[in-house]
């Protein structure tokens, strides 16, 4: 299994890190002063096919260690590791075969984060406009666009307007609502990503009996066992 992780270096850390062995681009930076001078570069490990195995020098060890220069497709360095120093998982994956990633069990609950986000947005700005809320103030007409934002101010025609002083415009948006249906997004992300059953693993308190300690935690595990299995599964084949 080959693992690509890309990151973004410094030409002076690099420089730090590899002495003279960097990229042209890398040493021009540095002579230009351009120290903080970002790059893109690529750690791949992955089983290293053709060695030498009467050799144990770390260009002949069972897997690979690549630094590389996107860019540049300039190697950094090039040594190895007796065993593979990564242990990825996958959650779940296709089972068509047709896509070798894995998944992780937020994709199962993805639309409720990016919903929770939105409502919070809309909730924090319902509380601004009501702990700060926009202002109204007679003037020849109203002068467009409104703008309703927190501690806005707007101007109106007093002779069209009975109010005839600086009043707050009313803000009819309805927080407790907001609050509930957000909670229950909030929910249903918790049981995706199984909240409720470690918090139910840890509230074991000392007034509970042996018995029913067990049954929670076996309880507990019955319901994570199916999901968890083929992980660990892949992990021991690693």
């Avoid at 540049?72 to 990825?88: C, I, Q, T």
């Avoid at 307007?161 to 929910?187: L, R, S, T, W, Y």
């Amino acid at each position: 299994v080959a693992m690509y992780r890309p990151r973004r270096i410094t030409a002076r850390k690099a420089a730090l890190r590899w002495g003279n062995n960097i990229s042209k681009n890398m040493k021009k930076a540095i002579e230009d002063g351009n120290h903080y001078q970002d790059f893109e570069i690529i750690h791949h490990v992955a089983p290293r096919y053709f060695r030498d195995v009467s050799k144990m020098d770390s260009v002949n060890m069972e897997f690979k260690s690549v630094w590389i220069v996107v860019d540049e497709k300039f190697v950094l360095s090039e040594s190895g590791f007796v065993e593979n120093p990564y242990a990825v998982g996958r959650w779940w994956k296709d089972d068509t075969g047709d896509d070798p990633y894995g998944y992780s069990p937020v994709m199962d609950c993805l639309a409720s984060i990016k919903l929770v986000n939105a409502q919070k947005r809309t909730l924090i700005r319902a509380s601004m406009k009501q702990s700060d809320p926009a202002l109204m103030s007679p003037y020849k007409f109203w002068i467009a666009p409104l703008n309703l934002n927190p501690s806005a101010m707007n101007y109106y025609d007093s002779a069209k307007f009975k109010a005839d002083q600086f009043a707050a415009i009313k803000n009819e948006g309805n927080i407790p609502i907001n609050v509930d249906v957000m909670k229950m997004e909030q929910d249903l992300i918790d049981a995706h990503l199984y909240v409720n059953l470690f918090e139910n693993m840890m509230n074991v308190t000392k007034q509970m009996t042996v018995p029913e300690v067990q049954k929670r935690i076996a309880e507990a595990l019955a319901l994570i066992s199916p999901v968890i299995g083929h992980v660990l599964d892949e992990l021991h084949k690693i």
